[in-house]
C-alpha cells in the first residue's frame, strides 16, 4: 500500500491535488492500495486571520490558545479533507474522507506519541478497493485535535494490519525523485537529498529512521507509467563511538 504524505506546500499549490487526481483517476494498470494522510495546510491560518487571530506554529502546528482556535483548526482539517476526496471524486475515484480522531483512529498518549489505533475496518477499504482519506488529529475531550503529520503518517505505516506499506513524499519541482544529469537516482541517503528537493525534508526523517519504506516521486511518477518510479530513501546508521 502506498501511503501519500500531503505536505502543507502541496495542499497550500491550487493546481497540484486536482492534477494528483487527474493522474490517479487516468492510471490504466492495476491499482494498489492507497491511502492519504493530510494535516490543515494553510486553511487554519486564514480561517484565524479571518477573525483576527495570529497563533504560532510549533513543529508544523497552529499552537492554539483558546477553545475558539481549536474549533478553527478542526474546521480546516474538514475543510482540506472534503477538497481532496472531492478532487479525487471527481476523477472517478472511490475516496472517501476520515479524521484522524474517527473510530479511535489514532491516539496520542500522555508522552505525545502518537499511535494507530484500531485500523482493521480502514484496512478493509482499501482492499475493497476504496482510498481513505486521513486527516492528521486525534480525539481530545470530546474534539478533533490536530497533530503532527510526519507522527500520523508513521503511526498509520506501522500499524500491523497494513502490510509492505509504503510512505510517498513529493517532490517540489515535479521531478520523480532525484535526478542526476537524465538518470534518476534509485536509492538515496535522507542526508544526502538535494537542498530545495523537498519541502521539509526533518518531517521524512523520523519516518525514514523507523526503518519505514519512502519513495521520493512526483505526480506522475506515481500514477504515470506502468508502475510507481522515485528514489527510495534511506537511514544511515552512525556507528556509535566507543
Do not use: C
Request: proline fraction near 6%.
Amino acid at each position: 500500500m502506498y501511503l501519500i504524505y500531503l505536505d502543507d506546500y502541496h495542499l497550500d499549490d491550487l493546481l497540484f491535488v486536482p492534477g494528483l487526481a487527474q493522474r490517479m483517476g487516468r492510471m490504466r494498470r492495476e491499482r494498489p492500495g492507497y491511502l492519504f494522510v493530510h494535516g490543515s495546510g494553510g486553511e487554519a491560518e486564514r480561517l484565524l486571520e479571518a477573525e483576527g487571530l495570529f497563533p504560532e506554529r510549533k513543529d508544523g502546528l497552529v499552537q492554539v490558545r483558546m477553545a475558539r482556535e481549536a474549533a478553527l483548526v478542526e474546521r480546516a482539517l474538514r475543510q482540506v479533507n472534503r477538497r481532496i476526496v472531492g478532487a479525487l471524486t471527481e476523477e472517478g475515484v472511490h475516496a472517501v474522507g476520515f479524521q484522524g480522531s474517527d473510530r479511535g483512529l489514532l491516539r496520542q498518549g500522555e508522552d505525545g506519541a502518537v499511535t494507530a489505533g484500531r485500523v482493521a475496518w480502514l484496512a478493509a477499504l482499501v482492499e475493497k478497493g476504496a482510498v481513505p482519506v486521513v486527516s492528521a488529529s486525534v480525539q481530545d475531550a470530546g474534539a478533533t485535535r490536530a497533530v503532527s503529520l510526519p507522527a500520523a503518517t508513521a503511526a498509520l505505516a506501522r500499524a500491523s494490519d497494513f502490510d509492505e506499506v509504503v510512505v510517498v513524499f513529493f517532490t517540489q519541482n515535479n521531478q520523480p525523485g532525484v535526478v542526476e544529469g537524465e538518470h534518476l537516482v534509485p536509492h538515496l541517503s535522507l542526508d544526502a537529498l538535494p537542498p530545495g528537493l523537498v519541502p521539509d525534508p526533518a518531517a521524512a526523517r523520523p519516518i525514514v529512521r523507523a526503518g519505514i519504506p519512502v519513495l521520493l516521486t512526483s505526480a506522475n511518477g506515481l500514477f504515470g507509467g506502468d508502475e510507481p518510479t522515485g528514489t527510495r530513501i534511506f537511514h544511515v546508521k552512525t556507528a556509535k563511538k566507543d
